[in-house]
């Protein structure tokens, strides 16, 4: 079993794919241990000697904080903290963000600013372990004070609260803990607060989300590389001098992957009647690259924030300061992912144009995609399908960041709706994938039409590799079955 030591290195996003895809165990390194437990015996030497009250440590949270709390209820305050703020409703969060949230939480709590029990620590490392997932909804945050409903929802198995998934039943997770042999966790000032501020909702989200791109902008590149020259396009847009006197990182790199793509194609070197091509693939790298830049950016804003403490207050034992601040804020990642939204709905957008022009019946393929239009509706309905969903996601890329509803008796007076830019860019990404592959089977398709002359090597290899699960279609038949394999071909093929 591969182990990830969680410890005050970087985690890089590619780090955080192999732990999520090559299913890694976590384990605290000594050092994490040492700081975490470090900074728990100074807060409770700081609580010894400090008359003045200290925020979420001795006193009520948001409105209530000029409210003291006796040391004889600190830990009732904290528990109920958890309690309370478990309002989270909607649809369930699907299971590889909760394991990503629970990653992402024990890296901001193992820097030893938050004041946390090892053990706690070490509880959300067992549930990640052995994928026993708290039961968390989507709905609920408002991406300021962290993200307190759904963050409240993960907390709660350590109190023997909540629900969990194990084994593919959801259970009341005091019955899981007895099965798994762990006692709940008897929760210490300030505890509740370090697990319930922070950013780890939308954070996960957002990585769980940038994985994705990542992986659909490749897929453009190759399914555009298939569609154009099943449209018998042109590959002089392509050239180095075109997109090296623009010099956008992301447009340039797209050219050349796109040659590399269509390199050795029979169909792309014979000579052609028109003169260009439609935007949809004329401007391929111009609209992919851009996308791709934008990726590259929110991936260094998002891994910046997954190696950061993001609880309040923040406990500094060597500089003997507990500030109350607010770096639970989600504004620099609500700002972010409303923008990768908009850059992979682009890439969804430009690829429903690609295959509505593939069946519109020009350059001598058939409306339609089948050999006899009029009785055969063939590829008519999947574009609408495609237009639908790309319809959706214009309306999904409404900026969330935008908006801010005051909250906590006017306490918390701007918050940054982080958690719903999270939930929508992930929306917006699973329509994307239903798009590419719509074009997949679109491109495919108009590719036989073209026989007997080849593509490029890597088209065709694309191409094989694809009619293993989805057939040409000679007459008219049902059709989603075909669209979700395309969609399963793409999150599983290489």
Known sequence: MK????SAERLTIDRVRQIIEEHYRLELSDDARHRIARCREYLDEKMQRQKSPIYGVTTGFGSLCNISVGADELGRLQKN???SHACGTGERVPNEVVRLMLLLKVQSLSYGNSGVQVASVER???MFNADVLPVVYQQGSLGASGDLAPLAHLSLPL????????RGEVRPS???LAQMGWPTIELLSKEGLALLNGTQFMSAYGVWSLLKAQDESAWADRIAALSLDAFDGRIEPFCDEVHIVRGHKGQLATARRMRELLAGSEILSREKSHVQDPYSFRCIPQVHGASKDTIEYVASVLETEINSVTDNPTIFPDEDMVVSAGNFHGQPIALAMDFLAIAVAELGNISERRTYKLISGVRSLPSFLVANPGLNSGFMIPQYAAASIVSQSKGLCMPASVDSIPSSQGQEDHV???SNAATKLARVVLNTERVLAIELMNA????EFRRPLRS??????????YRRVVPFVDNDEVMYPHIESSVQFLRTAK
Request: aromatic share 6%; proline share 0%; net charge negative.
């Open 3 to 6: 182990v990830h030591h969680i």
């Open 81 to 83: 903290l958890v309690m």
């Open 124 to 126: 959300l490392i067992d």
């Open 159 to 166: 109190l023997g609260l909540g629900e969990v998934e194990y």
């Open 174 to 176: 005091a019955d899981v």
């Open 416 to 418: 940054s709706m982080g």
């Open 444 to 447: 495919a398709q108009a590719l």
């Open 456 to 465: 490029s090597a890597c088209n065709e290899q694309l191409f094989e590799a």
